[in-house]
């Protein structure tokens, strides 16, 4: 079984690096779209997959990072991959400062919060609370990512940017999942009590994972500001968090393979159907309604350690 994976992932990784030399730009924009959506879900794994903590608020974290990069390249011309941390930092910091109240919630209590507060960002960028968001015409002419000298500018230059901060999230999020921290957020989806009886900060651990993951999220709006070059608020709504739950909890909460997965299938099936789009939405359904009564650990479940 480990010969078999070691070689399912090395074929996945090598059809990854070699697909923009062998798809047209239009396809290669799709896996870019991937790409984004993937990096997002495995943002939320870590709060929802990781710690168990619901959160539908997801979008307003990637908006704040995306807003963050866009004004400080328009306004003040620092190159848009400088702002990746600044971007992640200010994400961050909103996503403890929002935490911090709510942070006691549990189950459904806490996901009402998290739909108003991403409700609520959505509605700050439309009437341009501080005059510097654009309003509903939000904020354009972000330039193109430079990469030491070299700019960034057709999709295939965008899909290695793109899943390559990807491989590395993913790198990055396995070590974490195999640390202390990680242990203490799986304590805490399992039985929070629990873990708070044998010693766990569990007020600690719900602001540590929901600023990190709020963080990832502010980068990957960095990067859909860099390849959009424009953004505006109906990117940020509502909906995107919908998607973003859906691809966790379809994958199997937890499990990073299972969200590149439902990524593909929620992402990119879409596109490969679009004389069926006007039927997307019933799919969605269908599809959610069968995974939840046949399936509803997803489709490649976390496996306890």
Known sequence: MGRFTSFANALFIALMAAAPLFLNAYY???????????????????????????????????????????????????????????SGFVAGLFALAIARPVVH?????????????GEIVRIALVNDVFGIT??????????RPNLFGFIIRQPQHFYYLIWGFVALSIFLFLRLKKSRFGRAL???????IAAEGSGVNTDYYKLAVFGLGAAWAG????????????ISPESFSFWESVVLFMIVILGGAGNMAGVLLASFLVIGLPELFREFSSARMLVFGLVMIVMMVVRPQGLLPARGR
């Open 186 to 192: 799986n304590y805490l989806r399992e039985d929070e």
């Open 28 to 86: 290669v924009d799709v896996l870019n779209s991937i790409g984004l959506y993937a990096l997002l879900a495995l943002s939320l794994n870590l709060i929802l997959g990781e710690a168990g903590l619901f959160n539908m608020g997801h979008a307003a974290f990637y908006a704040m990072g995306a807003y963050t990069a866009a004004i400080l390249n328009t306004r003040y011309q620092i190159p848009i991959l400088w702002t990746l941390p600044l």
């Open 134 to 143: 654009g309003g509903a015409n939000g904020v354009f002419g972000i330039s």
């Open 105 to 117: 919630l549990r189950g459904d209590y806490l996901l009402i919060v998290t739909i108003g507060i």
């Open 219 to 230: 980068m990957a709006g960095t990067l859909f500001a860099a390849k959009m070059t424009i």
